[in-house]
Structures are given as structure tokens and as C-alpha cells.
């Protein structure tokens, strides 16, 4: 269904599906394709030949990256077989060699091993921003800047960029931004609306939802972006699974009222962790004291399941004992499933720009669909444990 005058929530329903074109079954059909076939000689030489082998598309492809254009309001989509891969080929087809890349200090960890171990290896320039620079980025773009990639709000510790201020910058010394958009899984915030070029998402993430899927895309804000992405996505070899792009269009169904619930039960327990002499300070933009509440006030239309915390500075042992102790959050790297988690970061390890000071251990929660009050319970419990520890 086109009619884009629905609101979001309707769409959502209709979107990525066409149950005419397969006799009238509802959810699009699991394609696997590697052989297309062609009706001629001619079908074969004509180079606009909708679908040619495998790997460039198919209608599940097609299916799939049309839903998540629509829903980051963009011009085009490409899939790829994870978030990360789908953040290298954002970042490989805008770069060449001599290139000046400026990435936020807070972005997600494999994307920052990617620029250390493998751009600056092809020769692009790699200079990491602290992540509240706002329009302050005008000073450290230089003649042969390519790029601008943003995160908002960063990985583990939540700081929200001025993305428009950026943008603005960036529009007018006429460099391409990008933004990794996965936190607000392309609901609570839409980047293009607000001057940037590329969205990128781990579909592994709320939109899949379940815990059982890596996928990524990359939405375009205009023809000539999205043509010259998915040039270099071919070239690149890049093909997302079909089992994967079902389960991803399948989320979508759900993927709104799943994040609203996320939301409202990690807001209960960051404001729980507030009151938890343990916790020295809780780090959730949508807790009016956060430091970006403000800004993500501005930009955002609500707040996702992840709540990092700093536990009051304690052994080792006693954080182990914290950690060991919850059973309703096992330790876990992803997020935007059903289930809490519970995640250690060390933020140190992973910053140039703007160093991290703060003392106590970072952990971060996955915040699920159980029950808050149970989750509450869980919590306290464990500081508990860890208050005979210390
Ligand atoms: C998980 C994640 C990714 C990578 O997704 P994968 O499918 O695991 O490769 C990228 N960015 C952010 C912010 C993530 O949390």
C-alpha cells in the first residue's frame, strides 16, 4: 500500500507487503534466490532487467528496503547482513583514499575498530569529535573532509549530539553526514528531516526484535546518494538473508508498541536507580535532570529500553557479585529484544577526543517487556548482594 497520507502507526501495518502479488497471502513469502531466470536473449542483454542474480535483489529484497526508506522518510534503502556491515558500506562507498573522516567519540565500538583498523589502513584520515561539538564541527572540517559520521545518542553512555547544528555545518562546506539511527530504530527520531544525508540501522536490533536476527540497512536521503550506494554495495558484494529480511518485516508489524513499552519501563527503572545509594549517577536522556534531556527533548519522540548506570566505585569482586547475582538480566552485548540484559562497558577503552572520568564501573541494561516491578525487585536484590560484598 503507497498511501503515505496514513499515519505512521497504520503504515506500519501495510507497509513492506503486497498480498496481491502473491495470491493474497498476507506477509510477503521467504525469498531464497541465488539464479534468476530469463525468459530470452534479450531479457538477459537488457541491462534494466529488474532482477538480475541473486545477490543485487529480489522481490523480498525489494520488499524490505522499500519499508525501512518509508519509515526513515528517505529516498532509498539498501540491506545488508548486519548493522556493522551495513556501517562499512556506508562509510567504504563515501571515502577515498586521502580522505578526512571526522567520527563522534561515542560511536558504537566495532564502527570505531573499523575506522582504526581497516580505513585508516586504505588511507583515510580519521579524526574522532566530541560528541556535544554542535556547530563547534565547523573548525575541525578541512578542505579534503569527505564525511561526517554521527551517533545520537552515542553507544553505552547516551550523549545526545546537536544533529541539526551539524548538519548545517556540514551542508554548507558541502560534506555528506551520516548518522547510525539505531537506538531510535528510525521511530523516536528521523534524521533526514533533519539535514542528514545517510541513516543507518542494525535491524538486528528493535526492528527484528527478537533476539535471533543480525541485519542492517542504509537509507539515502536522494537518488544520487542511494544510486551511487548501491553501485558500491554490489560492488562490494553485499546481500542481506531472506530468512532475515522476513523476520525483519515481521517485527515492524509490532516494532512500535514494543518500543513504547520498552520505554516506559526503563524510564521506571532509571528512576529507580536514582533513588539506589549504589548508583552514583544514571544515564537515560529522557530523566528531565539527564544532562541532554533538553535536546533530546527537541529532537526525539521518546526514549528506547537501554539504561547505563555507574555503580559506586567497588572491587571487582563486588561488581561480579552484583552482576551474578540478577536473574532477570543475564549478561548480554545486544539489545531491542524482549529480554533485559545486563552489559559491562568500559567507556575508557574506547574514547580519544574526550576522556571519561567517571570512576565507578559502567553497566549497561537492556530493559525488556517483563514486568518493571519485577525487574525493580530484581535490581534491588542485587545491590543487596553487593552491599555484603563491599
Ligand atoms: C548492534 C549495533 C550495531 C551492529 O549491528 P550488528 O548486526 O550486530 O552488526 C551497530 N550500531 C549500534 C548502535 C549497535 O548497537
Known amino acids: 500500500m503507497s498511501n ?11 507497509r513492506g507487503r503486497d498480498p496481491a502479488a502473491y495470491e493474497g497471502v498476507g506477509n510477503p513469502p521467504v525469498v531464497r534466490s541465488s539464479t534468476i531466470l530469463y525468459p530470452s536473449l534479450a531479457a538477459y542483454e537488457d541491462a534494466g532487467h529488474k532482477y538480475r542474480y541473486g545477490r543485487t535483489g529480489n522481490p523480498l529484497s525489494d520488499q524490505f528496503e522499500q519499508a525501512m526508506s518509508v519509515l526513515e522518510n528517505g ?11 551495513a556501517i562499512t558500506t556506508a562509510l567504504t562507498a563515501f571515502l577515498n583514499f586521502g580522505d578526512h573522516l571526522l567520527v563522534a567519540d561515542n560511536t558504537y565500538p566495532p564502527t570505531r575498530s573499523f575506522c582504526d583498523h581497516v580505513l585508516k ?5 580519521v579524526e574522532y569529535y566530541d560528541p556535544l561539538i554542535g556547530a563547534g564541527i565547523a573548525e575541525l572540517i578541512r578542505d579534503n573532509t569527505a564525511v561526517i559520521y554521527m551517533e545520537s545518542p552515542g553507544s553505552d553512555t547516551l550523549e545526545i549530539q546537536d544533529v541539526p547544528a551539524i548538519t548545517k555545518v556540514a551542508r554548507e562546506k558541502g560534506v555528506l553526514t551520516m548518522i547510525d539511527n539505531t537506538w531510535s530504530a528510525g521511530i523516536l527520531f528521523k534524521p533526514l528531516d533533519y539535514g542528514v544525508n545517510l541513516s543507518i540501522q542494525a535491524a538486528t536490533k528493535y526492528i527484528s526484535g527478537h533476539s535471533d536476527v543480525n541485519l542492517g540497512f542504509v537509507v539515502a536521503d536522494n537518488e544520487a546518494h542511494y544510486k551511487h550506494l548501491k553501485n558500491k ?53 529522557a530523566l528531565p535532570d539527564d ?19 555507574i555503580l559506586q566505585p567497588s572491587s571487582k569482586e563486588a561488581k561480579r ?11 548480554g552485548s545486544s539489545w531491542g529484544g524482549y529480554e533485559s540484559l545486563i552489559k559491562p562497558q568500559n567507556p575508557k577503552t574506547c574514547r580519544s577526543a574526550v576522556p571519561w572520568t567517571e570512576k565507578g564501573a559502567l553497566l549497561r541494561l537492556q530493559v525488556g517487556l517483563e514486568d518493571p516491578d519485577d525487574l525493580i525487585e530484581d535490581l534491588s536484590q542485587g545491590f543487596g548482594a553487593f552491599r555484603g560484598v563491599l
Request: charged share 20%; with cysteine.
Open 121 to 125: 589502513n586504505y588511507g583515510v584520515e
Open 321 to 331: 557479585i552484583f552482576i551474578e547475582s540478577l536473574k532477570l538480566f543475564p549478561i
Open 4 to 14: 503515505e497520507s496514513y499515519k505512521e502507526d497504520t503504515q506500519f501495518v501495510h
Open 233 to 285: 554495495a554490489v560492488l562490494l558484494g553485499i546481500c542481506a538473508g531472506g530468512e532475515d529480511m522476513y523476520l525483519a518485516l515481521r517485527g515492524v508489524r509490532t516494532l512500535k508498541m514494543r518500543m513504547k513499552q520498552a520505554g516506559e519501563n526503563a524510564l521506571k527503572i532509571a528512576q529507580f536507580l536514582q533513588t539506589c545509594p549504589e548508583v552514583t549517577n544514571v544515564l537515560y536522556p
Open 75 to 85: 529516498y532509498g534503502a539498501i540491506s545488508a547482513p548486519s548493522g556493522l556491515s
Open 291 to 309: 544532562p541532554h534531556y533538553k535536546l533530546w527533548r527537541r529532537d526525539f519522540t521518546g526514549a528506547n529500553g537501554i539504561v547505563s548506570f
